[in-house]
């Protein structure tokens, strides 16, 4: 399976943006579906986009306009651009691999925790 590694978080304050990065260790882009979680204090992961293989993308509507989701084929990378955050964005962010042709075959990155705070 692919590995991930995230990297990216950190503190900024509200209306501020942060860039999310996942590395995977080989080609994500011909079998792999790719996407970005997220989980807070007292509530379940959620899904917070997604990225296929066609580059075909969805978002949350908790995030739609204000995040995008994007990968880099050279460097094998993901990215999850966040705008215009606010503190509901708090969490820890997990980037999330599947590989198409093998059913069950996810990959999980460690998580990069991202706080949004004045």
């Known amino acids: 399976q692919v590995q991930l590694a995230e990297s990216g978080g950190g503190l900024v304050q509200p209306g501020g943006s942060l860039r999310l990065s996942c590395a995977a260790s080989?080609?994500?882009?011909?079998?792999?579906?790719m996407g970005w979680y997220r989980q807070a204090p007292v509530k379940q992961r959620e899904l917070v986009a997604t990225?296929?293989?066609?580059?075909?993308?969805n978002y949350a509507d908790s995030v739609k306009g204000r995040f995008t989701i994007s990968r880099d084929s050279v460097e094998n990378t993901v990215y999850l651009q966040m705008n215009n955050l606010n503190a509901d964005d708090t969490a820890v962010y997990y980037c999330h691999a599947h590989f198409l042709l093998r059913p069950g075959a996810d990959s999980w990155g460690q998580g990069t925790q991202v706080t949004v705070s004045s």
């Open positions: 990225i296929t293989s066609g580059d075909s993308t």
């Open positions: 080989g080609s994500i882009f011909n079998f792999y579906d």
